[in-house]
């Protein structure tokens, strides 16, 4: 069974860090591009960060955040600071397969920044 399991979201005052995490089971973790994507209120879902071959950025987090992957453990990182209230949203982890559009999202984790 396919699991995607987010954490580490949480309140914090603008300015402030956090180190959202992604646990993958259920599938071979290194043959899988991974993703951040947030959803705000009223808004679209939309992709903040990706790590493959390489890693690309969504302009609004460029220098602020950071994505990174443990294959070992299976898991995927997302490093934010210098957090702004306009970063609050829903942080979904997806994996994409590679040459692929199958995919799998988790459940999200919520990142509430107070101004």
């Known amino acids: 069974q396919v699991q995607l399991v987010e954490s580490g979201g949480d309140l914090v005052q603008s300015g402030g860090s956090l180190r959202l995490s992604c646990v993958a089971s259920?599938?071979?973790?290194?043959?899988?591009?991974m993703s951040w994507h947030r959803q705000a209120p009223g808004k679209e879902r939309e992709l903040v960060a990706s790590?493959?071959?390489?890693?690309r950025y969504a302009d609004s987090v460029k220098g602020r955040f950071t994505i990174s992957r443990d294959n070992a453990k299976n898991t995927v990182f997302l490093q934010m600071s210098s957090l702004k209230p306009e970063d609050t949203a829903v942080y979904y982890c997806?994996?994409?397969?590679?040459?692929?559009?199958?995919?799998?999202w988790g459940q999200g984790t919520q990142v509430t920044v107070s101004s």
């Open positions: 259920g599938f071979t973790f290194s043959s899988y591009a």
């Open positions: 790590i493959d071959s390489g890693t």
């Open positions: 997806r994996a994409r397969r590679y040459f692929s559009t199958m995919a799998y």
